[in-house]
Protein backbone atom coordinates (compact mmCIF):
# COMPACT_ATOMS: atom_id res chain seq x y z
CA UNK A 1 0.00 0.00 0.00
CA UNK A 2 1.29 3.26 -0.84
CA UNK A 3 1.81 5.92 1.84
CA UNK A 4 -0.25 8.46 1.44
CA UNK A 5 0.16 10.15 5.32
CA UNK A 6 2.81 10.61 7.84
CA UNK A 7 2.69 11.78 11.59
CA UNK A 8 5.30 14.58 12.87
CA UNK A 9 6.22 15.25 15.99
CA UNK A 10 4.62 17.18 18.23
CA UNK A 11 4.92 18.08 22.01
CA UNK A 12 1.22 18.15 23.16
CA UNK A 13 -0.96 17.11 19.62
CA UNK A 14 -1.22 15.05 16.72
CA UNK A 15 0.01 16.21 13.74
CA UNK A 16 0.59 14.78 10.23
CA UNK A 17 0.69 15.53 6.50
CA UNK A 18 -0.81 13.82 3.65
CA UNK A 19 -0.63 14.08 0.03
CA UNK A 20 -2.55 13.13 -3.14
CA UNK A 21 -2.55 13.84 -7.11
CA UNK A 22 -5.82 15.75 -6.58
CA UNK A 23 -7.03 18.02 -3.61
CA UNK A 24 -10.18 14.80 -3.66
CA UNK A 25 -7.58 12.02 -2.67
CA UNK A 26 -5.58 14.67 -0.21
CA UNK A 27 -8.55 15.23 1.32
CA UNK A 28 -9.04 11.60 1.65
CA UNK A 29 -6.09 10.99 2.77
CA UNK A 30 -5.99 13.38 5.71
CA UNK A 31 -9.39 11.48 6.82
CA UNK A 32 -7.24 8.66 7.26
CA UNK A 33 -5.06 9.73 9.08
CA UNK A 34 -7.55 11.15 11.22
CA UNK A 35 -8.94 7.00 11.37
CA UNK A 36 -5.67 5.86 12.44
CA UNK A 37 -4.98 8.58 14.91
CA UNK A 38 -8.84 7.33 16.41
CA UNK A 39 -7.90 3.52 16.00
CA UNK A 40 -5.19 1.33 14.88
CA UNK A 41 -7.03 -1.44 13.88
CA UNK A 42 -8.80 -2.48 10.24
CA UNK A 43 -12.17 -0.94 10.52
CA UNK A 44 -15.02 -3.11 8.89
CA UNK A 45 -17.10 -1.48 6.24
CA UNK A 46 -20.95 -2.27 7.52
CA UNK A 47 -22.48 1.02 7.73
CA UNK A 48 -22.11 4.40 5.17
CA UNK A 49 -22.75 8.07 5.62
CA UNK A 50 -22.30 10.49 3.27
CA UNK A 51 -20.88 13.78 4.52
CA UNK A 52 -21.65 17.70 3.25
CA UNK A 53 -19.15 20.42 4.05
CA UNK A 54 -18.67 23.86 3.37
CA UNK A 55 -15.68 26.56 3.72
CA UNK A 56 -14.58 29.83 2.68
CA UNK A 57 -10.83 28.19 1.18
CA UNK A 58 -9.86 24.75 0.86
CA UNK A 59 -7.97 25.05 5.00
CA UNK A 60 -11.73 25.92 6.36
CA UNK A 61 -13.27 23.24 4.25
CA UNK A 62 -10.90 20.54 5.15
CA UNK A 63 -11.39 21.71 8.70
CA UNK A 64 -15.12 21.31 8.43
CA UNK A 65 -14.86 17.90 6.37
CA UNK A 66 -12.58 16.59 9.29
CA UNK A 67 -14.85 17.95 12.30
CA UNK A 68 -18.04 16.66 10.30
CA UNK A 69 -16.12 13.20 10.71
CA UNK A 70 -15.15 13.90 14.36
CA UNK A 71 -18.69 14.72 15.15
CA UNK A 72 -20.11 11.22 13.99
CA UNK A 73 -17.32 9.60 16.21
CA UNK A 74 -18.91 11.30 18.70
CA UNK A 75 -22.27 11.48 18.06
CA UNK A 76 -23.59 8.36 16.50
CA UNK A 77 -20.43 6.41 17.61
CA UNK A 78 -19.45 5.70 14.08
CA UNK A 79 -15.82 4.75 13.42
CA UNK A 80 -14.71 5.32 9.27
CA UNK A 81 -12.72 3.13 7.51
CA UNK A 82 -12.58 4.74 4.12
CA UNK A 83 -13.99 8.04 2.32
CA UNK A 84 -15.44 5.53 -0.58
CA UNK A 85 -16.60 9.14 -2.58
CA UNK A 86 -15.31 12.55 -2.58
CA UNK A 87 -16.28 15.59 -4.09
CA UNK A 88 -14.63 19.14 -4.04
CA UNK A 89 -16.03 22.08 -5.99
CA UNK A 90 -16.56 25.99 -5.23
CA UNK A 91 -15.25 25.31 -1.50
CA UNK A 92 -18.49 22.47 -1.31
CA UNK A 93 -17.66 18.89 -0.14
CA UNK A 94 -19.67 16.05 -0.96
CA UNK A 95 -18.46 12.74 0.70
CA UNK A 96 -19.77 9.21 1.65
CA UNK A 97 -17.46 7.36 4.55
CA UNK A 98 -17.88 3.79 5.36
CA UNK A 99 -16.93 2.36 8.84
CA UNK A 100 -18.75 0.75 11.76
CA UNK A 101 -20.02 1.02 15.26
CA UNK A 102 -16.80 2.39 17.67
CA UNK A 103 -17.86 0.31 20.38
CA UNK A 104 -16.33 -3.35 18.38
CA UNK A 105 -12.85 -1.68 18.47
CA UNK A 106 -10.43 -0.40 20.79
CA UNK A 107 -9.82 3.37 20.00
CA UNK A 108 -6.42 4.96 20.70
CA UNK A 109 -6.94 8.36 21.13
CA UNK A 110 -9.65 10.63 21.95
CA UNK A 111 -9.51 14.24 19.41
CA UNK A 112 -11.29 17.01 20.46
CA UNK A 113 -10.95 18.72 16.69
CA UNK A 114 -8.61 19.76 13.92
CA UNK A 115 -7.02 23.25 14.68
CA UNK A 116 -5.89 26.15 12.61
CA UNK A 117 -2.46 25.73 13.93
CA UNK A 118 0.11 25.00 11.45
CA UNK A 119 -2.38 23.96 8.93
CA UNK A 120 -1.64 24.84 5.33
CA UNK A 121 -2.69 23.10 2.11
CA UNK A 122 -0.58 23.66 -1.29
CA UNK A 123 0.21 22.08 -4.53
CA UNK A 124 3.57 21.49 -5.25
CA UNK A 125 5.75 20.01 -7.41
CA UNK A 126 2.39 18.37 -9.08
CA UNK A 127 0.90 16.97 -5.93
CA UNK A 128 -1.52 18.37 -3.45
CA UNK A 129 0.04 18.66 0.02
CA UNK A 130 -1.95 19.35 3.53
CA UNK A 131 -1.11 20.00 6.87
CA UNK A 132 -3.01 19.34 9.98
CA UNK A 133 -2.54 19.56 13.98
CA UNK A 134 -5.41 17.41 16.15
CA UNK A 135 -5.95 18.91 19.13
CA UNK A 136 -6.53 15.39 21.68
Not at 93 to 118: F, H, W
Not at 123 to 136: C, F, S, T
Amino acid sequence: MPKNFEFLEHTADVKFQAWGKTLEETFSNCALALAKTLCKCLIRRKKTYKINAFGQDNESLLYNFLEELIFLFDTEHFIFGKVTEIKIKDNKLIAKVTGDDVERYETRTYVKSPTYNEMFIKKEKGRWLAQVVLDV
